[in-house]
């Protein structure tokens, strides 16, 4: 059974400061990983996807993968009251049938103004 | 972006009635869609996939007569959940793929049985 952890939070952030959050995997053949954003009542949104090791940085959003080590975290600079909300971090599941996702339990995220 | 819709995004219903729920693509066809489930507090649990002219794959644990998924056309798949109880209440999500690496997650749609 592949499982993707993630921290239950809740994390409280200062409002302008980062949030930083952090998802491991155990498949080490996972290429592909996903941060939605799923606020009270909703659906998730997607954020993010990285596929390589290393930084990919969108708007205040950066995702960072270290295969090696076999984790992914994402950070929001400059928090806002409205990135609160939960934080999903996602796998595939198998590499022949895209979009069957393994999600983490979600970390929830409050921005304290 | 592409739009996923459901129907409806709110449904009450008593014990042993069965409950249809509709994943819409509105602008693109999806040869292959999932269901979700989300128990509060919970993080979202893969279904089954909905894959259009065929059967659909359940996902171990889940009763394939009593999550009934219809995928009849490439914009259309149904979720019917069959004599429903109290423990079926839970947050039901669709995603439709387009092309290789993109999905689409619907509103859901919030099932209470009594």
């Known amino acids: 059974q592949k499982e993707v952890e993630q921290n239950s939070g809740p994390l409280s952030v200062p409002e302008g400061a980062i949030a930083s959050l952090n998802c491991t995997y155990s498949?080490?053949?996972?290429?592909?990983f996903f941060w939605y954003r799923q606020y009270s009542g909703k659906s998730p949104e997607l954020i993010m996807s990285i596929y390589s090791n290393g930084d990919k940085e969108d708007g205040r959003f950066t995702a960072q993968l270290n295969k090696a080590s076999q984790y992914v975290s994402l950070l929001i600079r400059d928090s806002q009251p409205s990135d609160s909300a939960t934080y999903l971090c996602?796998?595939?599941?198998?590499?022949?049938?895209?979009?069957?996702?393994?999600f983490g339990a979600g970390t929830q995220v409050v921005v304290t103004p | 972006g592409a739009v996923v819709s459901q129907h409806p995004s709110r449904v009450i219903c008593k014990s042993g009635t069965s409950v249809k729920i509709e994943c819409r693509s509105l602008?693109?066809?999806?040869?292959?869609m999932f269901w979700y489930r989300q128990f509060p507090k919970q993080s979202l649990m893969l279904m089954a996939t909905s894959n259009e002219g065929s059967k659909a794959t359940y996902e171990q644990g889940v009763e394939k007569d009593k999550f009934l998924i219809n995928h009849a056309s490439l914009t259309l798949s149904t979720l019917t959940v069959t004599s429903a109880h109290p423990e079926d209440s839970s947050f039901y999500i669709c995603s439709a793929r387009l092309g290789k690496e993109t999905q689409y997650f619907g509103p859901g749609t919030r099932l209470l049985v009594l």
């Open positions: 602008d693109f066809q999806a040869t292959t």
């Open positions: 996602a796998a595939p599941m198998t590499t022949d049938s895209w979009g069957k996702f393994q």
């Open positions: 498949d080490r053949g996972s290429q592909s």
